[in-house]
C-alpha cells in the first residue's frame, strides 16, 4: 500500500489560496448588498443610511435667501432668524462621476444635516466662534427621474423637522411644487439643480 506523500508545506499553501478565494468571493457578495442607491416604500423615501460616511461636500452657517425670492416663504424668514449649519454629504457614485463628467448622474443623493450653533461648552474653553450643536434638522434631494412618484428628476424631503427635531419621518414624501423647493434650486443653484457654488469640493471641478 503507498504511503501519501504530499508535502505539508503545499497543503498549507493550497488551504491559503482557497481560503483567498472563498474571501475574496465573500466580499463581492458583500459589496452586492451594499448600495447608496435611494430606497423606497411605495412613494415614500427612506432615509439614507450611513450617509455620515459619504463624501463631506461643505457646510455653511446662517444663509438666507434674498427676501424678494420666490423661495423666501414664511418659513424660510423664520429659519433666517437662527444661526444654523448646513452640513452636506453627497453618495460617492454621484461624488465620483460628478468628479470625471462635471455632471450628477441619476441616481445622485444630497443630504444635508442642520445643527444649531453653538458658543458655549460645558468645560468653557472657548473665547471666540461657535460649533456644530444639536442636530435640528435632516433633509434629503434625490435625483431619481424613475422614482415611484414620478414628477421632475429633482425631489425633495425632509425627515426631521426643526419645529420639533425629536421626531423622524421616516419614510418621507416628496415636498410638493408648491413648496418651491425644485424651482428655487433650478433658478439659483449653479449646475443642475446643486448648491455647487457653496461647496468646496464639487466647485474645484467646475473652475
Known amino acids: 500500500m503507498m504511503k501519501d506523500r504530499t508535502h505539508p508545506r503545499i497543503c498549507i499553501a493550497v488551504l491559503a ?38 463624501v463631506f461636500v461643505g457646510s455653511n452657517l446662517g444663509m438666507s435667501y434674498k427676501p424678494e425670492l420666490p423661495a423666501m416663504t414664511s418659513l424660510e424668514a423664520s429659519r433666517a432668524d437662527e ?33 444649531t450653533a453653538a458658543d ?4 468653557g474653553v472657548l473665547a471666540s ?3 456644530n450643536n444639536q442636530r435640528v434638522g ?23 423637522r426643526r419645529s420639533n427635531p425629536s421626531i423622524v419621518h421616516n419614510p418621507a414624501r416628496a415636498h410638493p411644487p408648491e413648496d418651491q423647493c425644485e424651482s428655487c434650486h433650478k ?10 457654488q457653496f461647496y468646496p469640493i464639487l466647485r474645484r471641478f467646475v473652475r
Not at 460628478?98 to 444635516?113: G, H, N, S
Not at 458655549?120 to 468645560?123: G, I, L, S, T, W
Open 129 to 131: 466662534g461657535v460649533f
Open 187 to 196: 433658478a439659483h443653484a449653479s449646475t443642475d439643480n446643486v448648491w455647487v
Open 120 to 123: 458655549k461648552e460645558p468645560k
Open 17 to 54: 489560496a482557497l481560503m483567498a478565494v472563498a474571501s475574496i468571493a465573500f466580499a463581492s457578495t458583500v459589496a452586492g448588498q451594499t448600495t447608496t442607491a435611494p430606497q423606497y416604500e411605495g412613494n415614500l423615501l427612506r432615509m439614507p443610511v450611513g450617509f455620515e460616511t459619504w
Open 138 to 160: 435632516l433633509e434629503v434631494a434625490v435625483k431619481n427621474s424613475r422614482r415611484p412618484d414620478g414628477g421632475t428628476p429633482w425631489a425633495y424631503y425632509t425627515f426631521i
Open 83 to 115: 444661526r444654523l449649519f448646513h452640513n452636506v454629504y453627497i453618495n460617492p457614485e454621484a461624488y465620483a462621476h460628478f468628479a470625471a463628467t462635471r455632471e450628477f448622474p441619476e441616481p445622485t443623493i444630497l443630504v444635508m444635516e442642520v445643527y
